[in-house]
């Protein structure tokens, strides 16, 4: 059974900083990304990374957020400063074979 749990997420002021964590459980090494999904939107791609770290980024976060792993612990990260209120959504955290995070809210406000 593969269990995606995301931690970090919360409110911050714009220009702030948040660290969001996805512990993945009963798989391996795996390429895993995070999506976000804002009220109203489709949910979208933020940055994924494959089994060798390799990242990928979505132009809007590019320069702002940074996405890692650690694959002894089977966990990923993700780094986000300059925070606007556009980034404000659930951030979920996935897993190749289709495997989803319960998700993280991200609140962006003044």
């Known amino acids: 059974q593969v269990q995606l749990v995301e931690s970090g997420g919360g409110l911050v002021q714009p220009g702030g900083s948040l660290r969001l964590s996805c512990v993945a459980s009963?798989?391996?090494?795996?390429?895993m990304g995070w999506y976000r999904q804002a009220p109203g939107k489709e949910r979208e791609l933020v940055a994924d990374?494959?089994?060798?770290?390799?990242?990928n980024y979505a132009d809007s976060v590019k320069g702002r957020f940074t996405i890692s792993r650690d694959n002894a612990i089977n966990t990923v990260f993700l780094q986000m400063n300059s925070l606007k209120p556009e980034d404000t959504a659930v951030y979920y955290c996935?897993?190749?074979?289709?495997?989803w995070g319960q998700g993280t809210q991200v609140t962006v406000s003044s």
């Open positions: 009963g798989t391996g090494v795996v390429a």
């Open positions: 996935h897993a190749r074979g289709g495997f």
């Open positions: 990374i494959t089994s060798g770290g390799w990242p």
